[in-house]
């Protein structure tokens, strides 16, 4: 076993004459650094949000599963005094929207659909409602729906969101 004492030491040695304690601080700095920033990298996640079973659609502007609300996160203001598409007296519109493409399956098309803030009064607290079919990450701040679009109003107060059919998407 004497050699094997002989090896390692000759080893160690040889890489302490080699390095110092700052070049290993160094090296430990750069690792913990790297582990610490690689959670900021995007990663795309559009396998697993298009392998999601699809949600049972309703007719009702009510409830989350309305087919203009594919991508919608807010409370609902069809459940706070306005309608799917307006929003409730003493609030005003954000001027600033995300958008989203939601399948009708009444008749099968697809639907260009802008998202709406309606700004004004605290937040209603009805009918919750977050989908987040073909969601982009915050990059694509137009296609996101995790930021306040009261930013653009005078008074920022979120109160509910609205679904405003923009179009038909043409295949």
């Given at each position: 076993m004497q050699w094997l004492d002989r090896f390692f030491e000759g080893r160690t040695r040889s890489l302490?004459?080699?390095?110092?304690?700052r070049s290993l601080l160094a090296g430990l700095g750069q690792i913990v650094t790297g582990a610490a920033l690689l959670p900021l990298l995007p990663i795309d996640r559009s396998q697993r949000a298009e392998a999601a079973p699809p949600k049972a659609e309703t007719d009702d502007p009510t409830a989350c599963e309305y087919w203009k609300y594919c991508a919608i996160d807010g409370f609902l203001c069809s459940c706070c005094g306005g309608s799917s598409s307006s929003c409730p007296p003493g609030t005003q519109m954000s001027p600033i929207t995300w958008i989203?493409?939601?399948?009708?399956?009444?008749?099968?098309?697809d639907y260009i659909v802008s998202y709406n803030d309606c700004c004004g009064k605290t937040s209603c607290g009805n009918c919750n409602c977050n989908r987040n079919e073909r969601e982009k990450p915050m990059y694509r701040l137009s296609l996101n729906n995790d930021v306040n679009w009261c930013m653009a109003n005078t008074n920022v107060n979120y109160h509910c969101s609205t679904s405003v059919v923009l179009g038909v998407s043409e295949k």
């Open positions: 302490a004459q080699r390095t110092s304690r989203g493409t939601c399948h009708n399956p009444a008749d099968g098309r």
